[in-house]
């Protein structure tokens, strides 16, 4: 079973605006990665926050991650065409590290 | 920031051959990689760990004998898929985990399709 599931699973918005994805997981991690897939291509790494972290940034990215309620969110502020793709918040588990996915949001940037 | 380079990102063969998908870790050590695979308009499913030196461990439902894994060296994790038929059609995505951080980073995946 997915470890993350991602909310929502679909969104559609107007350039500039901004989007909010959100993903639940269900065991401890020590770490979360959000990641951008463009249709049919390979996998992008935006971004990595730590279990001690509760929000990182990176360009126009800010991650919030809350542990107590396993819970982390993906802003995308301004938002381009550009953006539009799925995104996937990944988690490692297991004693190998072992990442799995979640289900992914499928965003759509109208221009 | 840490590269994992993977090879073919696409590849067409016929019904029957076996098609070899390399990862490698261009500038970190990785005791372990992972191999995942993605129908369309889904999410990556895990289909096997791969460790240096040892047999991979399989997912439930992955046929070792029809995904051979290989992790012959810190840097290199082949996958081939033996006898391809077009069901096997797919994209697959490889991580590597860098041993001194343990944090995971992807290849580009190779699209595969059989014929």
């Known amino acids: 079973s997915q470890q993350g599931e991602e909310d929502p699973q679909a969104l559609s918005i107007q350039e500039g605006e901004n989007a909010t994805m959100n993903c639940s997981y269900k065991?401890?991690?020590?770490?979360l990665q959000w990641y951008r897939q463009n249709s049919g291509r390979g996998l992008v790494h935006l971004i990595l926050?730590?279990?001690?972290?509760r929000e990182k940034h990176s360009g126009r990215l800010r991650v919030t991650l809350d542990t107590s309620k396993k819970s982390s969110s993906l802003l995308i502020t301004a938002s381009r065409a550009a953006d539009t793709a799925s995104y996937f918040c990944a988690t490692p588990s297991g004693g190998y590290q072992k990442v799995t996915f979640g289900t992914g949001t499928k965003l759509q940037v109208i221009p | 920031g840490a590269v994992v380079s993977q090879h073919p990102s696409r590849v067409i063969c016929k019904s029957g051959t076996s098609v070899k998908i390399e990862c490698r870790s261009l500038d970190f050590q990785a005791t372990t990689m992972f191999w995942y695979r993605q129908f369309p308009k889904q999410s990556l499913m895990l289909m096997a760990t791969s460790n240096e030196g040892s047999k991979a461990t399989y997912e439930q439902g992955v046929e070792k004998d029809k995904f051979l894994i290989n992790h012959a060296s810190l840097t290199l994790s082949t996958l081939t898929v033996t006898s391809a038929h077009p069901e096997d059609s797919s994209f697959y995505i490889c991580s590597a985990i860098n041993r001194a951080s343990t944090e995971a980073f992807f290849g580009q995946g190779t699209r595969l399709t059989v014929v």
């Open positions: 065991t401890s991690i020590n770490n």
């Open positions: 926050i730590r279990s001690n972290e």
